[in-house]
């Protein structure tokens, strides 16, 4: 699963990558009284359908969530029965229901984003010729929220919702860049930092250094970090106090690549659609906000 959407193996990020690591996402706060754990627990049977396996069986799913037999059959049985589940006649085994989709149509059909995004990169794509995305941070992810597939690039692997790495992804880096220091390192610290190949940054120090340096630029660029030939040219997406609610990129593959023109060509068209994106800033005060370097 690349940016560039060249086809992938089946290696381990390619599980990570549709779902989110227990350290990407922050501990809910289980102490409040207001915090309901059947809902945990529920939301733990769904999450333990991963995409590495299409059904699961009653005990592999209480394995997955530590419940028990019992309070796994109790919450599966809940969730067939609202719909959220189907149960396989033949096999017994559970699968998602379609019907968790209407959740993706909801989100992208009320997110104020996604609708300012949609024409600009419609256009970006039309002008390249080439994949095209807008994704969102979530943890230490990006999360693919619009994707305009190229007729270059022929793979499915890469679909809404899919996630990536953030620290060592050219949308990752645009919006990681606007985030104040503090922010970064501690982002920095959840993160599993893994060399996926020879090229890619995961020393801290390396990173916020050249998170300084896409600051100056603007724009990101990342090439062979996650997979060999998956080059990425993205600009981060602004609120009005100029940090990153999301991110556009533009994805080549290496066969259309042309080093000595396409890098400066890519960050200008990237940088002009995701200004258009992004929301009237704000003026801030000096000194006020930290910056990642």
Not at 71 to 83: I, K
Not at 134 to 156: A, C, E, K, Q, Y
Not at 269 to 285: C, D, G, Y
Request: net charge positive; charged share 25%.
């Amino acid at each position: 699963m690349t940016e560039a959407g060249a086809p992938l193996p089946r290696p381990k990020v390619a599980a990570t990558s549709l779902r989110a690591p227990s350290h990407a996402r922050r501990a809910p706060d289980s102490a409040s009284p207001l915090f309901v754990q059947s809902v945990e627990k529920a939301m733990k049977v769904l999450t333990a359908f991963d995409g590495s396996k299409r059904q699961l069986s009653l005990s592999e799913i209480a394995a997955i969530t530590d419940l028990d037999h019992s309070a796994a059959q109790r919450f599966t049985h809940t969730l067939a029965a609202l719909g959220c589940l189907v149960k396989d006649p033949d096999t017994r085994k559970y699968e998602l229901s379609v019907r968790l989709l209407d959740f993706t149509y909801h989100y992208l059909a009320s997110n104020d984003l996604v609708h300012r995004a949609a024409p600009v990169l419609q256009k970006l794509a039309q002008d390249t010729e080439d994949v095209c995305n807008l994704t969102v941070p979530d943890g230490t992810d990006i999360v693919f929220v619009l994707r305009i597939i190229s007729r270059n690039v022929m793979n499915p692997n890469v679909i809404v919702g899919s996630r990536l790495p953030a620290y060592c992804t050219a949308p990752g880096l645009a919006m990681l860049s606007t985030w104040p220091l503090e922010e970064v390192d501690d982002f920095l610290r959840r993160s599993a930092l893994v060399k996926h190949t020879p090229r890619t940054v995961a020393d801290p120090r390396k990173i916020k250094a050249r998170l300084a340096r896409i600051r100056a630029a603007g724009y990101a660029h990342t090439q062979d970090e996650l997979y060999p030939d998956d080059i990425s040219t993205a600009a981060a997406v602004l609120d009005p106090s100029a940090r990153a609610v999301g991110a556009l990129n533009i994805a080549v593959s290496r066969a259309r690549w042309k080093a000595d023109r396409d890098e400066e060509r890519y960050a200008g068209l990237v940088r002009a659609a995701a200004a258009a994106v992004s929301a009237p800033q704000r003026p801030h005060k000096r000194g006020t906000r930290g910056t990642a370097s």
